[in-house]
């Protein structure tokens, strides 16, 4: 059976939510064992009352799903499970960060480092995991879940999931002290306001202790943000607007000036917009914008490994998703699965210092001087445009691959896909679109 599901390409939703939370649960037992041996004292590392650390939980996943045609070599799934989960510890830590404005965690003290949430031994920790984990964990994992009979699986599944719903909602409580507004925003009634708020403020408050600690630095010294170095949700939906657009007119004239031709590279059915290069704009600028003081090799070696890590990961999802290849490098040096390659990393680099430190403070004051004046209504009706041209884009993709494999159209969405969507106009917007098996 182990042998069997080895050699698995595909996880159903029950089995890839039952290997969160064990990966999640081994992890938690891992630390805390860890760290009640190192401080000589008993130390709980979950959040709440359950006994699970989510992150490594969710990066066993990530894993799992993006790193299935690496499985049969050794090497390369080791280094892509180093490259894919330091890049998941560095995003968590950062956005943890921008959260609480404190580290979660502190790595500093350690050689190799980078930012203090990353550093080379972990590194290299987490790619032998990765490795064990893709080979031989998830067999092991998903054997001992298959001999639970069908109905108990399910229960199991759904239980853990309602019990880690309580977790994360009880975690958030205590990082936002939601127990201090919520009554007042709902606008309960004063009885009703008073029970609940008791409620909230004991869950809160307990919350509160366990996190205090097992993570005593986050709670230190803690200081308030500047007004004016904050990066609000209209200002990252401009960001993805604007890194869309211009990646669209980049890759339209790179590939004019390398293969003398002019193709579209739109991500979308409407508009030239590619959204891998909006999403990684505006992650950067989440993540990056209070670094632009930071010197040209900190935020380039960030953009080197994260923007690799991006690009491999959305490569697996359109492929799951649309049943699509929209690019291979499999033809350049240093490429890994065709999916990345060493002189595309260096761009991501470079691109992550020009946007950074040249181009986003002048895209934030263009956009501080737009919202100032029809921002706000400007703002709801492109994210409104956007939303639906995501939509039909990706309803567009799903059934230009099913019509592909000679599926007659059965509900209404799939007719109108075919009337106003067929093979010619989606070959046109999406040139380099091909199914997996062509390549």
């Known amino acids: 059976m182990c042998a069997e599901m080895g050699d698995k390409l595909h996880y159903t939703f029950y089995e890839l939510t039952m290997l969160l939370f064990a990966y999640s649960f081994l992890a938690w037992l891992a630390e805390t064992v860890v760290a009640t041996m190192k401080e000589r004292n008993f130390r709980n590392r979950g959040f709440l009352s359950g006994p699970f650390c989510f992150l490594y939980g969710f990066t066993g996943v990530l894993l799992t799903v993006f790193l299935q045609d690496l499985r049969k070599d050794a090497f390369f799934l080791f280094t892509g499970s180093m490259a894919v ?81 309580i977790d994360l909602a009880g975690t958030l409580l205590a990082v936002y002290h939601i127990e201090e507004k919520l009554p007042r925003l709902l606008g309960w009634n004063h009885r009703l306001q008073r029970g609940t708020y008791r409620l909230t403020a004991k869950v809160a408050g307990y919350v509160d202790k366990r996190i205090g600690r097992s993570y005593p630095s986050i709670w230190q010294d803690k200081t308030e943000e500047k007004s004016d170095d904050k990066c609000s949700f209209a200002q990252v939906f401009w960001m993805f607007v604007i890194g869309a657009l211009a990646g669209d007119v980049v890759e339209t004239i790179f590939c004019r000036i390398t293969a003398g031709v002019w193709m579209s590279r739109s991500s979308l059915v409407w508009g030239p917009f590619s959204v891998v290069w909006g999403l990684a704009i505006a992650l950067a600028t989440v993540l990056l914008y209070k670094d632009r003081e930071k010197q040209d090799r900190h935020i380039f070696w960030v953009g080197f490994f994260l923007g690799g890590a991006y690009e491999y990961i959305c490569s697996v999802f359109t492929e799951i998703m649309f049943g699509k290849v929209f690019w291979d490098y499999s033809a350049m040096p240093f490429n890994l699965g065709g999916r990345i390659n060493l002189l595309y990393c260096f761009f991501w680099g ?44 990706v309803l567009a993709l799903v059934r230009y691959d099913t019509r592909g494999a000679g599926k007659e159209p059965v509900h209404r969405w799939e007719q109108s896909m075919d009337e106003y969507f067929g093979d010619e106009r989606m070959e046109r917007i999406y040139p380099n679109g091909k199914p997996k098996g062509d390549l």
């Open 350 to 393: 470079i691109a992550a210092v020009v946007w950074i430190k040249g181009l986003y403070p002048k895209a934030a004051r263009l956009i501080e001087s737009v919202m100032k004046r029809t921002g706000q209504i400007l703002t709801v009706i492109l994210m409104v445009f956007m939303v639906l041209d995501i939509l039909v884009s």
């Open 85 to 165: 989960a330091t890049a998941v510890q560095w995003f968590a830590g950062k956005t943890l960060e921008r959260i609480n404005r404190k580290k979660w965690w502190d790595y500093s003290g350690k050689r190799w480092n980078f930012d203090g949430y990353i550093c080379l031994q972990y590194s290299l920790f987490w790619g032998l995991l990765g490795l064990l984990a893709v080979r031989y964990g998830n067999a092991i994992l998903l054997g001992g879940y298959e001999l639970l009979p069908e109905l108990a699986r399910r229960a199991a599944v759904w239980g853990l999931i309602a019990v880690g719903v």
